[in-house]
């Protein structure tokens, strides 16, 4: 019923038939590219290095740290955008307690009468934490900052095993986008596949790959894009496992400072089996800006996708949701290199107004 | 002790925030987000008011349906479609008359489904700063082009310290849904509520 697959996904998929499974394909051969989602500013130098303004109080006693600590967590003066740098600095026998930006609070906080503390004043402390052991030499100077180097969805090794997995994935994803167009959808699908290694198949308790096509034609329903519907087949086959662990699902639905500033912590979701956590979703088309954040809600792992939505996608298009400053969650992105050659041999070229 | 830190509301917002009408409608939102405090839910609720009345009602079921996308929006959002006496027919923006009321700003998923519905206004608590698709973290709503869905505006403000108290009431208690939960025994209620810092531009 279905036409076979264009030469040129043959002549991908074919590229990596032969081979030791366990060869690490270079990037510059990979299938795909991945998509840079932040630009680290360089701050090796004093001039680059970010500040702002904050007001600090100097501790005559260092015996006063502990009661000062348990009253700024309730003092309602902590910020999220305070994680990176510490709360107190010790410089030689004298300590200083930091309070709070100025930004926050352009007048000086009020500090409790009982703990006797002399007048706040500001200083300018480093906006983020260090990425490099340069930077944190510098901002340290300012303020004790955060280490923080960024590691994560660093471009990782591809074994020839795991790019056939993710050949075979794309190959059964356009498939069902043809199979969609065929019902009369527009043809836009997405695919969560078994994971290729059995310690994250264990963890995700995901032992069946779930596939969804957009159906917003049949549905009457603009927003059932192909992801929505593969995210709500995830929930229906996690619902459905007997044993299921009762859902944290709720992590996102609002700030999580607000959790934060009850529990002076922050929020804790153990477990990988959680929503598509440790998952890879393989898309069609790029996702539209719903579909971006419903997988950052879903704390999806890395999304594939063969054809970029300039103008409406989510993730690198008209906006990069992983990317944005103060989401709480990052996804790597992944784009099938000559995608859109692809995608039009088959048939699934959609407006580009379309949210996918 | 906390009325001293509590600081009265900017006066951009006093004007439009304090509409009684908007008021009015907010409240009925807020009922729904009590709901879902009372059902182990994230504290969010949203009606949808059309010619002067209520189409719609809901608020998060993401723990009960394990999915982390059922937000209260979209759940009055389906309701709407499916309806046919409020969905006869579909058309391409069939919120093209429709207002919301939503006790937290809406987040970029919401905001991104508003738009894609065409949306004719929003009216929100309190702001989102992790998540928030109205400005506070992407201005989805308007700021972003479409080639397409035109722009909404989206006002915050109303009713937004009930919206955050609402919230914290929920994060205090222990949260039975977590698979480890964390001892939240020496939790305090905190009621101090900072302004907001900055006003979104809106539109």
């Known amino acids: 019923m279905l036409d076979p697959d264009p030469d040129s996904l043959e002549e991908v998929v074919g590229r990596f038939i032969d081979g030791d499974l366990d060869d690490l394909i270079p990037e510059e051969n990979l299938p795909f590219t991945h998509l840079k989602l932040v630009q680290d500013e360089e701050e090796e130098v004093m001039s680059a290095v970010r500040t702002e303004q904050a007001w600090v109080v100097a501790l005559p006693d260092p015996k006063q740290a502990a009661d000062t600590l348990k009253w700024l967590k309730i003092s309602g003066l902590e910020t999220a955008d305070m994680d990176h740098l510490k709360r107190i600095r010790k410089q030689s026998s004298q300590m200083t307690l930091l309070l709070t930006y100025t930004r926050t609070h352009p007048s000086p906080p009020s500090l409790p009468p009982a703990l006797a503390l002399p007048a706040p004043y500001t200083l300018l402390v480093p906006r983020s934490a260090a990425l490099t052991q340069t930077s944190l030499q510098l901002k340290n100077t300012l303020w004790p900052t955060v280490y923080a180097p960024r590691r994560k969805h660093e471009a990782e090794p591809w074994a020839r095993a795991r790019v056939q997995w993710a050949c075979a994935a794309m190959r059964r994803v356009v498939q069902e986008a043809r199979a969609a167009r065929a019902r009369g959808e527009l043809p836009i699908a997405a695919y969560v596949p078994v994971p290729h290694d059995d310690e994250t198949r264990a963890a995700t308790q995901l032992s069946k790959p779930l596939i969804a096509g957009d159906t917003r034609v049949s549905a009457a329903h603009p927003l059932r894009h192909a992801v929505l519907n593969a995210i709500r087949a995830v929930a229906e086959y996690r619902a459905a496992l007997p044993d299921a662990s009762p859902p944290p699902a709720s992590a996102d639905a609002v700030s999580e400072d607000m959790r934060e500033a009850c529990e002076g912590g922050g929020a804790t979701r153990n477990g990988t089996h959680y929503l598509l956590t440790s998952l890879t979703l393989f898309t069609t088309h790029e996702p539209c800006i719903m579909c971006s954040m419903a997988l950052l809600h879903s704390r999806v792992k890395e999304v594939f996708y063969l054809i970029p939505m300039d103008k409406t996608g989510g993730c690198g298009g008209a906006a990069c949701v992983p990317g944005l400053k103060g989401v709480n969650h990052r996804y790597a992105i992944n784009r099938w290199r000559a995608g859109r050659d692809w995608a039009v041999e088959c048939g699934l070229e959609v407006g580009p107004g379309t949210d996918a | ?203």
């Not at chain 2, 008021?23 to 010619?51: K, N, S, T």
């Not at chain 2, 080639?147 to 222990?174: C, D, N, Q, S, W």
């Open chain 2, 1 to 203: 002790m906390s009325e001293d830190i509590i600081h009265p509301p900017l006066l951009a917002q006093t004007d439009s925030a304090t509409n009684p009408e908007h008021v009015q409608w907010m409240r009925q939102a807020m009922q729904m987000a009590e709901i879902a405090l009372a059902h182990g839910e994230v504290p969010v609720g949203c009606i949808f008011v059309r010619d002067g009345r209520v189409i719609a009602q809901a608020r998060n079921r993401t723990n009960k349906l394990r999915n982390a996308t059922r937000h209260a929006e979209l759940e009055a959002i389906d309701e709407i479609l499916a309806d046919k006496q409020w969905t006869p027919a579909l058309t391409p923006y069939p919120l093209s008359e429709t207002t919301l009321y939503v006790t937290v700003e809406p987040c970029i998923m919401c905001a991104s489904a508003l738009r894609q519905l065409g949306i004719k206004e929003v009216f929100y608590g309190c702001e989102n700063d992790r998540f928030g698709g109205c400005g506070s973290v992407l201005g989805v709503n308007a700021e972003v082009p479409h080639p397409a869905h035109p722009a909404y505006e989206a006002k915050g403000g109303y009713l937004r310290e009930e919206a955050i108290m609402v919230l914290r009431r929920f994060y205090i208690t222990e949260n039975a849904n977590a698979p480890v939960p964390k001892s939240k025994a020496n939790r305090v209620l905190k009621t101090t509520i900072t302004p907001q810092t900055s006003l979104q531009s809106q539109a």
